[in-house]
């Protein structure tokens, strides 16, 4: 009987060729995944900011409608925001009581929380917010700045206040991801009008304006 000339190699192990071409595809796939990764984070940062921007001013418009002030609270425990509402009216029905409106939202920044709660308080607005949002997995608050706040607030809860006369408390959101994406969401003092850029925009440099 004549031996065949094949030689049988071990099936139970890999030659170092074999765990080159492995490492290789390995390096190739993570090359092409990590900007895929980064792109989707830096997505969803900019997107929550658009988020937030739109639900800004749905609050305004409901407190135009309404008569009453609206809030928006962030949670920068949580990372969660909704929109909160006094449970008084104060729809405005003449110039003399548009007046009074104007003169009570300036004074209002100037109120105590506990004075705040006997004017009313605020309670979850659900024809805006049903349930808390919370931001997507990667992206959360960096820190807020309002014109209540000597400087910017990075834990605890931060309000950004809307009232039914077209005045909104200026506001700048800062908002990152795990990636390093930052982005700013501007609110102006005028109809709540609000802008998302990708960067990190100063306190001092926004406030001035």
Not at 123 to 151: A, C, H, M, W, Y
Request: charged letters at 25%; one cysteine or more; glycine letters at 8%.
């Amino acid at each position: 009987m004549k031996r065949s000339g094949r030689i049988h190699l071990d099936a139970g192990g890999f030659s170092l060729i074999e765990l080159m071409i492995v490492v290789a595809i390995l390096g190739l796939v993570g090359l092409i995944a990590i900007p895929s990764i980064s792109n989707t984070f830096r997505f969803s940062v900019q997107s929550s900011g658009r988020e937030i921007a739109t639900l800004i001013k749905d609050a305004m418009n409901s407190a135009q409608i309404t008569g009453k002030v609206h809030r928006i609270a962030y949670d920068l425990k949580n990372q969660q925001y909704w929109v909160e509402s006094t449970s008084e009216n104060t729809l405005m029905k003449s110039d003399e009581s548009r007046e009074k409106e104007k003169q009570k939202s300036l004074s209002f920044f100037s109120e105590t929380e506990e004075e705040k709660k006997k004017n009313g308080g605020f309670r979850q607005e659900n024809t805006l917010t049903k349930n808390k949002r919370t931001l997507p997995i990667g992206v959360s608050f960096k820190d807020i700045v309002t014109e209540q706040s000597d400087k910017p607030i990075t834990e605890g809860m931060a309000y950004t206040h809307i009232f039914p006369q077209g005045m909104t408390e200026k506001s700048l959101v800062h908002l990152m991801d795990t990636g390093k994406n930052e982005v700013s969401l501007t609110v102006s003092n005028l109809l709540g009008r609000c802008s998302v850029e990708g960067r990190y925009i100063e306190a001092k440099e926004y406030f001035k304006q």
